[in-house]
């Protein structure tokens, strides 16, 4: 009858339920540190596809950045890594404030601009690419 | 004794504690994160200006090859490099390999060797690619 961490002396607090959940005291358990690592391992190879695609880009006119940005594989990895990018950065960005703003109030009103930034951010980035893409 | 003020993060690197690469490193992984999340909201602009073409184009394209532009995307391949690379390290750690204080310290200068190379080599062909 042992488990999430309780000695057999301490009065069980915590119900079955709550333990079979394993959400602790924070109601979301690893969520936040779980997709922080899936959003990042579906990054890292992205961004390097988005570098070398960059790179390619430099000193291009209008028309030339179009299309190669158009190119359906080139799209889809646009979108893929710039919604993937914000996302993470959200994930990122809360857990500097948790850590770095000690003002309640303050904090609250960071949360909520940087899910704001991030909100826009993704959804602005998928006009501009599928606008670039499906303008033909 | 027990209520004595006690010093709160960030400001502890320095005075509380030696500096050390590992702490730099760290701290750098955040302060390049909250570069990239900024430079994030750059590079929607320059595709919005992309998708709007014309004047728009003309202006960020002109903004970019300025020297503050090209100061600016320096730092931001530096961050993402160093981000990238940092951040493969902490899954490592996250997946259980080289916790170990000298592989910490191992990995760490690879970080930082790998990340001057490879943002040299991605300049050497954004530079050839802008000649």
């Known amino acids: 009858m042992s488990g999430g961490g309780e000695t057999s002396r301490a009065p069980r607090f915590r119900t079955p339920l709550k333990r079979a959940l394993g959400l602790g005291s924070g109601h979301s358990g690893t969520e936040h540190f779980w997709k922080q690592r899936v959003t990042a391992v579906i990054l890292a190879p992205l961004a390097i596809w988005f570098v070398v695609t960059l790179v390619s880009l430099v000193g291009a006119d209008l028309e030339t950045a179009r299309a190669i940005i158009a190119r359906p594989w080139n799209t889809i990895i646009f979108a893929v890594f710039l919604v993937t990018m914000f996302w993470h950065a959200r994930l990122g960005l809360q857990i500097v404030l948790e850590d770095y703003v000690h003002t309640r109030s303050l904090e609250i009103a960071g949360h909520f601009l940087i899910n704001f930034l991030c909100g826009l951010g993704a959804i602005a980035s998928l006009y501009a690419i599928a606008r670039i893409a499906f303008a033909g | ?131």
Do not use: C
Not at chain 2, 7 to 16: E, Y
Not at chain 2, 62 to 69: D, E, I, M
């Open chain 2, 1 to 131: 004794m027990a209520n004595r003020e006690r010093p709160l993060s960030p400001f502890m690197l320095g005075q509380t504690y030696r500096f050390q690469i590992t702490s730099l490193m760290s701290i750098l992984h955040r302060i390049t994160g909250i570069s990239l999340a900024l430079g994030g909201i750059s590079l929607v602009w320059w595709l919005m200006a992309i998708a709007l073409g014309g004047d728009a184009y003309e202006f960020a394209s002109r903004q970019w090859a300025s020297p503050l532009g090209m100061l600016f995307l320096f730092g931001f391949t530096l961050a993402l490099v160093y981000h990238l690379l940092n951040g493969i390290r902490h899954l490592l750690w996250d997946s259980g390999w080289g916790y170990e204080i000298p592989k910490v310290y191992a990995s760490g200068y690879a970080v930082f060797a790998v990340g001057f190379v490879l943002t040299g080599l991605i300049w050497f062909f954004g530079l050839r690619g802008a000649a």
